[in-house]
């Protein structure tokens, strides 16, 4: 399951609580926003689809009652607790949860032989009664730690070790010295009600005519100590009883069923009334049903939370789990009347609508409730649009191939051309400065229009390049010009500004310039395509990238909110960040900068801004920021949105070692020589669980933080004698940290000779060297275990730097293709009519259709080669010579014996990467003429020398390299059960060799 379902319900559940001593708190109804709706399913481990009961226990987990067990819930991963993992678990068939003041949960199970069960710290305690069968009604804790149950028309007190019956009062004074008592809890019977009065149970009230219905269900005093009560019965609805009276809610006047599970009540104050087929919740006056929208239409719902981070949890018969969390984000779409949603331009009118530019879908207009295909279509035919604008005067703009302009979208307009003095190709954006002038990006340069003339900007007049995407106009009049470069023009001359010095970089050029902002400080900041977000002020430039804290390198928008936030659109999806810690960073106030996504997860139909096109998100009376994406307009409620203050808690949840695993306690002793170390550990959040980041540390063996993301496990591999703290924090996806987090002690049990008794033995050989020998041994296990750290990071960087380079390679190259046969396929099919320019395109598409293959088979090539994979290691050798011979300037000697299947077929991938990486080194580092490359079979195993005559390295340096690189080398060959050898003088070359056995 896992599906994502978002639904445009009206929906709000609101307010503050308000005690009063005899009336309930007012509640505000469901109104006016909608929530993203998460299902949870067995596919995300639940052990079955029926959710009984919800609770969140004092610790923040979330814990669930179902027909497969118990279940525990970190907002990632369910934990289930059932009668084959669980010693003392009775029956999986759970019903109801209940946490008493010690933090053990009490569980009710669907049993023929009643019994309750106690959980805690992973301890089953089963409690049976001698009650008749399937009577369970309630269970309650008093304030004095007494746990109560009732069943039936008995009441039950629980002594430490088992439930005993309790005699029932109906002495008056004790009834009246339990209404006046605020110790005791109020417990239902089948007809009669309870109160509790210390160790004694008192008889409240009686239902000898059954008033009520069959029996009640539940008893609830709501607000505490005001004597009104919500009474939940089982076929009578809800009773309602304050000081002036009794109202009833059944059928008859509007509640959906007479059959009351339970009540909820949370601390913002909302009421739930869980019935059978149904869910309620209290406006002040009366139950209204919860909207069933959000759900498959045969839902049956159990059971309903309110997290504290304020997500809305909702338990279903034989749906699983639903998650409401209200939507920041809702989107403009299909469903609103797009028939194109790849969206390139918006522009706000005058008369409060909005015109949408799709990517060669025509223009729509958005009148603030649906989208309509815009009348300018009548008259203006080009459906490849890059820009749509209204200008001062109410004139409509629009750029395609090239510039039109109609005075009303409902007149026929006009395109300008050479006679006018333009000649720009392909129209990429349009901006207004504040005199009135019209200025126009396009694919060959900038121009001005003044209403009379053109004036034309190019690479010949300083521009870095031609194609121009962003103009932007400052407070002092300046204009900016972002292409791939960012410039000013002032008094008609073109400036350029340096984002990055390429002078001794002949391959590097200035940055794709995508967004262009000044606050109100006077700092320009430029947003750009890759290369992150720059600040120019007072002619000083500050990058900022991802290793900051930025939320992506592409920045494809930038506006500024009534809060000082900056907004920013990219190919991840939309990031909030303050302009102060933007400066604060930059000044070295704050060690990071602190950036919040946005994405599917809050609404959004695809986390894909498009930029590159002006003007794009614009800002509506309301704050609302309207982002183009490639699936729809995203419309930001930005005085909706609220920081997640909770930070989340921290727990360590398992060890394990080569033997299994190990029970966790405080302080934990292992033997020395234990190969590895697993640490499992984990942060309950639920409202952004993927991007919770965690940071951990083993105290005495390394002191810095280690930064992990969102990986919940830390490895280490032989560990020196000596005592430690693991300790492990976490931060949610708003970078709120818990720096407490948890935490053990560990100790490793030092051999015998290193023991305190061997000390003095030891003490004696002092002279001859052995202490000396020893010292130098536990220096040596420091260095390697640190060694083995260092790679054990940057193993990790460098997966995620891949993955990085796979996902830009894919969107940069691959997407663009398919974007470009999309496009040319929508212009061949408005071309049916002229048989030679539809020939013309789908020539095109083919030939786009052969890079995309072309570009398809390099990225799984560079993943893991197909001839390793079909025709075997000697091929897949040969072939990566043949490849370096045809495009390295170097003369190369290759030879390769009979190498297939002397290695495991899965790690003959391990020998090609170390060939491979030595012909890069040798490429990009030695300054070589010539090289040679040997992998020969010999008796005892398969031997390879890589040699070059470059200019050599000090092999020190190769020693104490922390690269991936040699690393990488010298770990791939040890999994193959051989020994990395690399021998270099300088200034004569470099020899790299290696031996595998063969077994």
């Known amino acids: 399951m896992n599906k994502t379902v978002l639904f445009f319900g009206k929906v709000l559940i609101a307010c503050a609580l308000v005690w009063f001593s005899d009336e309930i708190p007012a509640q505000t109804v469901f109104s006016g926003h909608d929530f993203v709706v998460t299902q949870f399913g067995m596919e995300e481990g639940l052990p079955q689809s029926s959710v009984n009961d919800i609770i969140q226990t004092k610790d923040g987990y979330i814990w669930l009652a179902t027909f497969g067990g118990l279940v525990r819930f970190d907002g990632q991963t369910f934990t289930t607790y059932n009668r084959f993992n669980t010693e003392g678990m009775i029956s999986d068939r759970l019903t109801k949860l209940y946490e008493d003041q010690e933090g053990g949960i009490w569980v009710i199970s669907e049993n023929l032989r009643p019994f ?6 992973g301890v089953i305690s089963s409690y049976p009664f001698d009650v008749n069968s399937g009577t369970t009604v309630d269970l309650g804790q008093d304030k004095l730690g007494n746990i109560w149950y009732s069943a039936y028309n008995e009441v039950f007190r629980f002594t430490g070790e088992t439930f005993e019956p309790s005699e029932i009062s109906t002495n008056s004074i004790q009834v009246q010295q339990a209404l006046n008592d605020t110790m005791g809890v109020w417990l239902p019977g089948r007809d009669k009600i309870y109160k509790t009065l210390g160790d004694s149970v008192i008889l409240m009230e009686e239902n000898t005519d059954a008033t009520y219905g069959r029996f009640i269900n539940h008893i609830h005093e709501y607000p505490k100590h005001s004597g009104n009560f919500f009474y939940g019965t089982d076929g009578g609805g809800i009773i309602y009883k304050t000081r002036d009276g009794d109202q009833r809610f059944t059928i008859e006047n509007g509640l959906p069923s007479r059959f009351i599970l339970d009540f909820e009540f949370f601390p913002n104050g909302v009421v739930f009334g869980e019935l059978f087929n149904a869910i309620v919740y209290w406006n002040g006056s009366e139950f209204v049903e919860f909207p069933t929208s959000y759900f498959p239409s045969d839902t049956q719902f159990k059971s309903m939370l309110i997290d504290n981070e304020g997500n809305y949890w909702v338990g279903t018969s034989a749906r699983g789990l639903f998650r409401l969390q209200e939507r920041v984000i809702t989107m403009i779409d299909a469903e609103l009347g797009l028939g194109n949603d790849i969206m390139l331009s918006l522009t706000k009118l005058r008369n409060g609508n909005m015109l949408f530019s799709t990517n060669c879908g025509g223009i729509y207009e958005w009148d ?25 005067k109410s004139r409509i703009w629009i750029g395609s191939r090239g510039l039109y302009l109609t005075e009303s979208l409902n007149e026929p307009g006009r395109y300008f051309t050479e006679e006018d003095g333009f000649t720009g190709v392909s129209i990429f954006s349009i901006f207004e400065d504040s005199d009135e002038n019209i200025w126009v990006g396009a694919q060959n340069g900038v121009f001005k229009y003044d209403d009379s003339l053109f004036t034309y900007f190019s690479t010949e007049d300083g521009l870095y390049h031609n194609t121009v995407r962003t103009i932007y106009e400052d407070k002092e009049g300046t204009i900016w010009v972002g292409s791939a470069g960012l410039h000013k023009i002032v008094d008609g001359k ?7 010095d390429t002078s001794n970089f002949d391959l590097v050029e200035q940055p794709q310039v995508r967004s262009i902002y000044q606050d109100a400080d006077g700092a320009v900041w430029i947003g750009t395509y890759g290369n992150g977000l720059f600040r120019y002020k007072d002619g000083e430039v500050v990058q900022l990238t991802v290793n900051d804290g930025l939320f992506d390198n592409i920045i494809s928008h930038i506006v500024e909110d ?6 920013m659109g990219s190919n991840r999806g939309i990031s909030r960040v303050l302009s102060a810690d933007l400066n604060d960073f930059i000044n070295g106030n704050i060690p990071e900068i602190n950036a919040y996504s946005f994405g599917a997860k809050d609404g959004m139909n695809s986390s894909e801004t498009n930029g590159g096109f002006q003007p794009n998100a614009v800002v509506d009376d309301e704050m609302n920021i309207y982002f183009p994406t490639v699936a729809g307009v995203a419309v930001v409620n930005t005085r909706k949105v609220t920081q997640n203050s909770t930070p989340p808690p921290v727990f360590i949840t398992g060890l394990r070692t080569s033997e299994g695993q190990v029970p966790l306690e405080e302080s934990i002793s292992l033997p020395y020589g234990t190969p590895f170390l697993e640490i499992d550990y984990t942060a309950v959040n639920f409202t952004d669980p993927d991007n919770v980041n965690f940071r951990y540390k083993l105290e005495n063996l390394n002191q810095d933080w280690i930064e992990v993301g969102n990986r919940r496990e830390a490895l280490y591999s032989s560990i020196p004698p000596g005592i430690y703290t693991f300790r492990v924090i976490a931060s949610n996806s708003d970078r709120v940290w818990n720096e407490v987090g948890d935490s053990f002690e560990l100790t490793i049990i030092p051999p015998f000779w290193m023991t305190t008794w061997f000390y003095s033995v030891l003490g004696l050989l002092f002279i001859s060297g052995g202490f000396g020998m020893y010292y130098i041994r536990v220096q040596q296990l420091k260095k390697e275990n640190e060694k083995q750290r260092r790679f054990s990071q940057q193993l990790i960087d ?28 929508e212009i061949a099919h408005q071309l049916m009519e002229n048989p030679g320019e539809v020939a013309e395109q789908l020539d095109q598409i083919r030939d786009s259709a052969q890079v995309s293959i072309s570009d398809v088979r390099k990225i799984a090539h560079n993943l893991r080669p197909v001839l390793l994979e079909n025709l075997g290691l ?23 014996g009979e190498v297939d299947d002397l290695i495991p077929k899965e790690k003959e991938i391990n020998l090609f990467r170390v060939v491979q990486e030595s012909i890069k080194n040798i490429e990009v580092h030695s300054e070589a003429s010539k090289a040679s490359i040997r992998v020969k079979v010999e008796k005892k195993g398969i031997h390879s020398e890589i040699m070059d005559d470059g200019k050599g390295v000090d092999e020190k340096l190769i020693k104490e390299s922390n690269g991936m690189g040699v690393a990488g080398m010298n770990e791939r060959v040890k999994s193959l059960g051989g020994e990395l050898f690399i021998r270099s003088n300088i200034p004569s070359g470099t020899i790299v060799s290696f031996k595998i056995p063969l077994e």
Do not use: P
């Open 368 to 392: 603030g409730v649906e989208t309509t295909y815009s009348a300018i279509h009548e008259y203006f035919k080009s459906y490849c649009n890059w820009s749509v604008f209204e200008d001062s």
């Open 874 to 896: 000697k091929e897949a050798l040969l072939s990566l010579f043949n490849e370096i011979e045809e495009t390295s300037e170097i003369e190369w000697e290759f030879e390769v």
């Open 116 to 121: 309750l069960m106690r959980f805690k710290d």
């Open 494 to 500: 073109v400036e350029k500004i340096e984002l990055l």
């Open 562 to 567: 009534e809060f000082g936030n900056f907004w």
């Open 798 to 825: 460098s997966q995620e730097k891949e993955r990085r380079r796979i996902a830009s390679e894919l969107h940069d190259g691959l997407g663009q293709q398919i974007l470009v046969i999309k496009n040319r396929a």
